[in-house]
């Protein structure tokens, strides 16, 4: 396929672009059809180009904009305080070892635990507004952040760290020289994976407590039963994701450009 | 449920500077005070009435929990349920790995969409679910299996890859049908990227199918969980957090052990 792609000029990432995005379309225009033909029920899935006709609405009517913003606020502040929290914590247990070896694998523990289940918990504590939400998602994301800070610091090589010594650097530029400049990879794969389980939770919980942002517009239109406008806001929670998985990558490489 | 996989390793025999029972003794200290000012919170009166409990409350709660046979009723309907769904999700996540990992181009085309589509919050999905599969188990099965289908997807196309060309060469030139380069080769080789897709798969299913309970159910744990918000009956709900976290935190541990024992029982 590649050969035959290859000899035709087309690279095999257009090739490859172009098969999904044409499955994609293939599938929609299938799906239109069989709801057309009475083959699946429209009450139950709308037909997609009601879903494309509902997007005006949704944008302009149930002002995304607005919930869009307020998500993006939830999510800055508790991202804020997963990354201050996250590599402090995390800087601390490197540098206390004996408190290190004691709580690592509590905090593996609380990283594989399903933190989202204590909303009703967080409910009763901070009450129903964005706080409880905000606590939400830095519960989730804080423990990925803290262990892959401190397995980034104790990766360091042994090398490196003698060579600081060989300088003589204080402890603080062995700590910004050498350090953290090593422990940077890990850190960033602690921060993406915090603000994945952050971002999940923030709109997870808008969701179920009918609260906030674009959580709540995907509640609120399903209990009117409006089935385009459902679909057509969770793609565009879809496309928030992408964007955010996207944005956390760029902001990565700029941070990181030798990566 | 995150697997973050990234629990430094511990030092070898005799080469860290804490003994065993130095971090036990921390350990236990750590605990006893966690438990001391929860104890002296709940005491304090400075939270509103029962947000923090008393211990003793919780731990009556706990009991009493454990001992209501109508508890296990519900713990078997959510556990039968992420059951079915890491069962679906799984041998569908792991047949499509095994599609886009064995064809460069189809793997190039699809799995963007797996990609962008696996840290979308799934619950947003759950109206959809409804609709499709009623208010019953079917829909919070569903929720699992599409909670599970991409960790496990991603993982296998990603094992898929890192199979050694040459144990493929061989089941080729063998002449062995699909179905046995799949339980030949392909699957024996590609054990330990499984067992961890299964591994998040697991976490993200008991999310999904718990968080669906919790929305709109009149069984199983998220559903009791919410019913004890409802009624403010915290000391019960913290029990249930409490036997949650452990079943969900044991369950993880257990399918990493699986993993693990396999890894060193095939070395």
Not at chain 1, 224 to 248: E, H, K, M, N
Not at chain 2, 72 to 82: M, R, S
Request: charged share 15%; aromatic share 10%; glycine share 10%.
């Amino acid at each position: 396929m590649s050969a035959v792609s290859a000899r035709r000029g087309i690279s095999e990432g257009t090739l490859a672009f172009f098969l999904g995005f044409g499955a994609l379309v293939i599938f929609l225009l299938a799906v239109e059809g069989l709801i057309r033909a009475g083959l699946i029920n429209r009450h139950i899935v709308p037909m997609p180009s009601q879903v494309f006709g509902a997007f005006e609405r949704v944008v302009l009517e149930e002002d995304v904009a607005g919930r869009f913003r307020l998500t993006f606020i939830e999510a800055l502040a508790s991202g804020a305080m997963i990354a201050v929290v996250g590599i402090g914590s995390g800087m601390l247990l490197y540098r206390f070892e004996l408190w290190r070896r004691a709580t690592e694998t509590w905090i593996a523990a609380l990283a594989s635990a399903p933190t989202v289940l204590m909303y009703p918990l967080f409910l009763v504590i901070f009450g129903r507004n964005a706080w409880t939400i905000i606590m939400m998602g830095f519960a989730a994301g804080v423990p990925a952040v803290t262990l892959k800070t401190i397995e980034g610091l104790v990766g360091t090589r042994r090398v490196f760290i003698n060579v600081g010594r060989a300088f003589n650097l204080t402890p603080a530029q062995q700590f910004t020289k050498i350090l953290l400049p090593a422990a940077l990879p890990s850190i960033f794969v602690g921060l993406r994976l915090g603000l994945i389980f952050m971002l999940i939770n923030i709109v997870g919980v808008e969701f179920l407590i009918n609260f906030g942002g674009l959580g709540q517009l995907i509640n609120d239109l399903a209990e009117r039963y409006d089935l385009p406008g459902t679909y057509a806001t969770i793609f565009f929670v879809v496309l928030v994701s992408v964007c955010f998985f996207v944005l956390t990558e760029r902001v990565e490489r700029w941070l990181r450009p030798g990566a | 449920m995150a697997e973050t996989g990234s629990v430094t390793a511990p030092a070898p025999a005799g080469m860290s500077r804490f003994p065993a029972n130095r971090v036990l003794a921390l350990r236990i200290c750590i605990i006893v005070a966690i438990l001391a000012v929860w104890e002296a919170t709940a005491a304090s009166g400075l939270l509103y009435r029962d947000v923090v409990p008393s211990l003793g409350k919780i731990a009556d709660a706990l009991a009493a929990l454990l001992s209501t046979p109508s508890y296990y009723w519900h713990l078997g309907v959510t556990a039968g349920e992420i059951g079915i769904s890491l069962l679906i999700g799984g041998a569908a996540g792991l047949a499509v790995g095994i599609l886009f990992g064995s064809h460069r181009l189809l793997g190039r085309a699809f799995e963007p969409y797996l990609y962008y589509l696996g840290p979308t919050p799934k619950i947003i999905f759950f109206p959809i679910m409804i609709m499709w599969f009623g208010v019953g188990p079917g829909s919070k099965i569903a929720m699992g299996v599409i909670s599970c289908f991409f960790p496990v997807a991603l993982s296998a196309a990603a094992g898929m890859r890192e199979i050694d060309r040459v144990l493929i060469r061989v089941g080729r030139s063998f002449r062995a049908s699909t179905w046995q380069m799949v339980m030949k080769i392909y699957l024996p080789a590609m054990r330990q990227p499984i067992v961890n897709g299964l591994r998040l798969g697991l976490g993200v299913a008991i999310i999904g199918t718990l968080l669906a309970e919790t929305k709109l159910s009149n069984r199983g744990i998220g559903y009791l969980i919410i019913q004890a918000y409802s009624l403010f009956d915290m000391p019960k709900m913290y029990a249930m957090l409490i036997v949650l976290f452990v079943l969900s935190i044991g369950a993880n541990a257990l399918v990493g052990r699986i993993g693990r024992f396999d890894a060193a029982h095939r070395n």
